[in-house]
């Protein structure tokens, strides 16, 4: 039998969330410390712009870990713009790169889809070590916060800490939980947490998932089975798949979100431990590699070190001078 656990906690008072542009900055400080240093010399060295010069600063960026194809996007616009006369000196570059990533990076929906008729389902998905458990844990503090009931399903069932380690999360920042013991079937996880949302009115469900099997095929097939579920007890469900990645591994990152985008049709990312990362460019590079947008990011291991992704502060702090 399923246990459903309802954690009897104060009250959550409604207030909007705050984004906090200092721990941003201190997340991207390596990738700053890396990437900006040489953009500096760059732009203090080198005053005309010619293919020499384009040649570098393609250098300088690939550095960032961006992703090749993208960089060469954004050197052949720089090029365009400066055979059209439209930027003349190096000095103007900066601005011209913020303005390109930024014009990419709105074209994301990175709000999360909310049903019209609650709850709304979240499918979170992610290989084991990305932060997967700490994330979704974010997650629910963060809706909490925005007044939203939230459950969580505890629907990794093969990894034993999983499920012990959500529900220390769930008992810490006051969410439900729906567990049955490990090794159980996650989808059946996944349907009664289904059936005691919408039985106690939840807004939110958060649906974990195993993040490891046997094989990648096995993995894959289980992630469509738990999917099918919850359409089979409600058709437009899940609203949302996120996919965690964890920012330390860069390009890899990329090839993880086009893996799970293929099985089962990922809607945005989360972008976890970019606290400890000199990799933050990876977010420039999903927009032209997977274009699944990056919705949340986490900056820390508190419930409260996440943050909703902006482009402009995002674009802004990185290349802030």
Request: proline share 3%; charged share 30%; hydrophobic share 45%.
């Amino acid at each position: 039998m399923p246990v459903v656990e309802e954690i009897k906690e104060k009250p959550v008072i409604k207030k909007e969330p705050v984004a906090v542009p200092g721990k941003l900055k201190k997340g991207l400080e390596k990738t700053r410390g890396r990437f900006w240093l040489r953009l500096k010399d760059f732009l203090s060295f080198r005053q005309g712009i010619d293919e020499s010069a384009l040649e570098e600063l393609e250098d300088i960026l690939i550095g960032a870990d961006i992703g090749v194809r993208p960089v060469q996007k954004l050197i052949e616009e720089i090029r365009e713009a400066w055979k059209e006369k439209a930027i003349t000196e190096t000095s103007q570059i900066n601005d011209f790169i913020k303005d390109r990533l930024k014009d990419g990076l709105h074209s994301w929906q990175t709000d999360i889809q909310y049903a019209d008729k609650r709850p709304t389902v979240i499918m979170v998905v992610g290989v084991n070590g990305v932060g997967k458990t700490t994330s979704i844990a974010k997650l629910a503090s963060f809706l909490m916060k925005e007044g939203k009931k939230v459950m969580l399903a505890a629907g990794d069932t093969f990894r034993a800490a999983a499920v012990d380690q959500l529900d220390i999360w769930c008992k810490r920042i006051g969410a439900d939980i729906v567990k049955h013991q490990t090794g159980s079937d996650p989808a059946a996880v996944a349907y009664d947490a289904m059936e005691a949302s919408i039985a106690r009115g939840v807004d939110v469900l958060i649906v974990d998932t195993a993040g490891r099997l046997h094989t990648h095929d096995n993995l894959m097939k289980e992630l469509i089975k738990i999917k099918r579920v919850i359409k089979k007890k409600i058709p437009d469900a899940p609203h949302e798949v996120l996919l965690v990645l964890d920012a330390t591994t860069g390009q890899n990152a990329i090839s993880q979100a086009r893996m799970f985008r293929e099985a089962v049709d990922v809607t945005g990312i989360f972008l976890a431990k970019l606290d400890g990362t000199a990799k933050g460019g990876i977010v420039l590079g999903m927009c032209n590699e997977t274009e699944i947008p990056v919705k949340f990011i986490g900056l820390g291991e508190q419930a409260d070190d996440i943050e909703r992704f902006n482009p402009d502060l995002f674009v802004e702090t990185l290349l802030e001078q």
